[in-house]
């Protein structure tokens, strides 16, 4: 069973920065990736990272957004700059094993003046 702990949503303003850590118990994924849903519209995907650390990245957020690890803290991070209140959502981390795939609780991000 795989732990994921997520954190550093929360409110900024158009044009402001946030980062979202991941933490997970055991880190030896395939894949993981950041998705987020926003009120009323499906869950999507945001950005994600293989195991050899190739990474992909929505167009919607491209250039704006990154996603890193450090295997040191066994954390995924999602730098997310230049927010636009369309980025609103409730970002969820993923962990894919290869054969089982776990998420983590949630965290909301808001962008508004």
């Known amino acids: 069973q795989v732990q994921l702990v997520e954190s550093g949503g929360g409110l900024v303003q158009p044009g402001g920065s946030l980062r979202l850590s991941c933490a997970a118990s055991?880190?030896?994924?395939?894949?993981m990736a950041w998705y987020r849903q926003a009120p009323g519209k499906q869950r999507e995907l945001v950005a994600s990272?293989?195991?050899?650390?190739?990474?992909n990245t929505a167009d919607s957020v491209k250039g704006r957004f990154t996603i890193s690890r450090d295997n040191a803290k066994n954390t995924v991070y999602l730098q997310m700059n230049s927010l636009k209140p369309e980025d609103t959502a409730v970002y969820y981390c993923?962990?894919?094993?290869?054969?089982?795939?776990?998420w983590g609780q949630g965290t909301q991000v808001t962008v508004s003046s």
């Open positions: 055991i880190f030896s994924f395939l894949t």
């Open positions: 993923n962990y894919y094993t290869g054969m089982l795939t776990y």
């Open positions: 990272i293989t195991k050899y650390g190739s990474t």
